[in-house]
């Protein structure tokens, strides 16, 4: 089984809908991440989490929120969508603050 | 401000053609440096972390290499499934733990 898991993996959406993505993860690790992937610019990170009630912004959170439900889950939602927010969205977790990310396997969201 | 600049955006090889990706990069203090692979519409995979200048990695068909400005990616007699984007990132300043992605070297081993 994967060690970080993402639902849905692809999600097709209108203008304006609420959605939300969800990341649960098995590693055992407090720290959590969102980034999305859009091509030509790399990956940008959205909200991280040190632990359960530590979240904050990262450098593209306008447009997103983020609730962590628990240490293994992770859910950043969309409260408006729209579609300059078509992208990858990728979930991360570390165990340190200067280790490496493992990222899970992806959703592809597409806003009409 | 904390940058990744990856060279070349693409490279085709042919089968046991070796060669190296760079990858260099700005940043206050260098925390760690990361190659990861990914393939098309998945996440990427994590190959290697790096610390220090000097220091090296190594893992099947590729080595990783870190001076104080830039990483090396080579990779020794590639096949076909080493095809795939290579991405190179940098821990960013400040205690986020944000990663600092370049644009990445998409590389295509033809047989």
């Known amino acids: 089984d994967a060690d970080v898991t993402q639902t849905p993996r692809n999600r097709i959406t209108k203008t304006g809908k609420r959605i939300m993505l969800e990341c649960s993860q098995t590693k055992g690790h407090d720290r959590m991440y969102w980034y999305r992937q859009d091509p030509g610019l790399g990956l940008q990170l959205i909200y991280y989490s040190f632990d359960v009630k530590d979240i904050n912004k990262g450098e593209i959170s306008d447009g997103y929120s983020v609730s962590r439900q628990a240490q293994a889950k992770f859910s950043l939602s969309l409260e408006s969508a729209i579609p300059n927010q078509t992208a990858l969205y990728f979930c991360?977790?570390?165990?340190?603050?200067?280790?490496?990310?493992?990222f899970g396997p992806g959703t592809r969201l597409t806003v009409l | 401000e904390d940058q990744v600049t990856q060279s070349p955006e693409a490279l085709r090889l042919q089968e046991g053609e070796s060669s190296s990706l760079n990858c260099s990069y700005t940043v206050s203090g260098l925390r760690g440096l990361f190659w990861y692979r990914q393939d098309p519409g998945k996440g990427p995979e994590f190959l290697f972390t790096l610390y220090s200048a000097g220091e090296e990695k190594e893992k099947e068909r590729l080595k990783a290499t870190l001076t104080k400005k830039e990483s090396f990616l080579h990779i020794t007699a590639p096949k076909p499934e080493d095809s795939a984007t290579y991405l190179c990132a940098v821990l960013g300043s400040g205690n986020t733990g944000k990663l600092i992605f370049g644009q990445g070297t998409t590389l295509q081993v033809k047989p």
């Open positions: 991360a977790t570390s165990d340190h603050q200067f280790g490496e990310q493992f």
